[in-house]
């Protein structure tokens, strides 16, 4: 990508060209610079102009890349529509080149009017039209479910997660566990990772489904379809789904009183991703300590929490990137606090808040102001009682 002086000289250039343009479709293409400089820029009123110039210039556009020039035009001219907070219009240029370009047959033109539904869903979803936007995500379907090409298919798996995201925000969860489902059966023998990605999400999305509907057993289950479809995979974002649906299973067996399955599923997410150099994937690692630590506790071994939270909290210190960790450092201490209060350990448990109030008291950012609040809540009951 290029610097923010580069887009400046290449918006320079792009007016040149479009002041020398000899014919409409080298003004177009100066146009279509113009307005990507724009955009990129942050100036979306002046790239808007831009991209409904090249749209005016190319009113019949006939050869395969004509006809792409044009829908990435259309296509950069909702996206600037919508930066404008202008949704209806945003929403009726994506509906401008599903009309122009929907029964193309060529996969570039296919493609872009994927892309141009699948935008048109969500802005229909920030806009709070959920019926809407699932009669979107159905038509995606539709058109691409069955495609010869892996790309169109996967926008096909998306739009079936996206439809099922939609049922959830309606309170519709039945169905939605159904649109999981669908997916599953549809894409759950691909080989390609786009694929294997949405059918591990849907996976996901059914269990969070089950547990809200109390069936733990169910939700157990298709956790487990996660781990064993993704705990050999070499990519990143499926070991993050795995460790994902290892914590949710571990929260479940200990609200069910199984703590010492729970103990052994949190120490699983621990060992397989414990070392991990990935931020994201160690939100779950973190989120297996405090896991693995309010069952120990839930069993009577306090004890073992603290030490628990010791581990996590040094871990989490010596990382590269600490200062991101701070907010799950503290609340860490926060637990340690509680549990060193459960072993009658009170002082301790005092000179623990004192020492989250003492690293982050000065700390503006708000989660950690309500770690140190909660700290000093705590702290003061504690020393009332002595």
Not at 146 to 164: F, I, S, V
Request: proline content about 2%.
């Amino acid at each position: 990508m290029m610097a923010a002086d580069e887009y400046e000289k290449a918006l320079l250039a792009a007016r040149k060209a479009l002041s020398a343009a000899a014919s409409e479709g080298e003004g177009a293409q100066a146009e279509m610079a113009l307005g990507l400089a724009l955009e990129y820029l942050n100036r979306p009123g002046e790239a808007l102009a831009a991209f409904t110039g090249v749209v005016a210039r190319l009113p019949s556009a006939g050869s395969e890349a004509e006809r792409v020039f044009l829908a990435e035009a259309l296509s950069h001219r909702a996206n600037v529509l919508g930066q404008l907070g202008r949704d209806k219009e945003e929403i009726a240029v994506y509906d401008e080149m599903i009309a122009r370009f929907g029964a193309a047959p060529e996969f570039s033109m296919r493609l872009l009017v994927a892309c141009a539904l699948t935008w048109k869903g969500y802005t229909l979803c920030n806009l709070g039209c959920r019926e809407e936007e699932i009669a979107v995500c159905d038509e995606v379907t539709a058109r691409f479910g069955m495609a010869p090409e892996e790309e169109l298919r996967a926008r096909a798996a998306h739009a079936l997660l996206n439809k099922g995201a939609a049922l959830r925000l309606l309170g519709r969860d039945e169905e939605e566990i159904a649109v999981d489902d669908e997916l599953i059966a549809r894409f759950g023998t691909a080989a390609e990772f786009s694929l294997r990605e949405w059918v591990a999400q849907a996976l996901l999305d059914k269990g969070h489904g089950l547990n809200r509907l109390g069936r733990d057993a169910a939700a157990i289950a298709a956790y487990e379809e996660v781990v064993a479809r993704c705990a050999a995979a070499p990519e990143l974002v499926l070991r993050d789904k795995m460790a994902h649906a290892l914590v949710e299973m571990g929260y479940i067996l200990a609200d069910l009183g199984r703590g010492e399955e729970a103990v052994a599923t949190f120490d699983e997410v621990i060992t397989r991703a414990g070392s991990t150099p990935d931020e994201y994937l160690m939100l779950w690692v973190d989120q297996a300590y405090f896991g693995k630590g309010f069952a120990l506790r839930q069993l009577g071994r306090a004890e073992e929490a603290v030490a628990v939270y010791d581990e996590m909290i040094a871990q989490d210190d010596a990382a590269p990137n600490a200062a991101r960790r701070h907010d799950r450092i503290a609340r860490a201490l926060v637990d340690k606090g509680l549990a060193l209060e459960q072993l009658g350990r009170n002082e301790e448990g005092i000179a623990v808040y004192d020492e989250l109030v003492a690293r982050f008291d000065s700390a503006p950012e708000a989660g950690l102001r309500q770690w140190v609040d909660e700290a000093r809540t705590k702290r003061e009951r504690l020393r009332k009682g002595r």
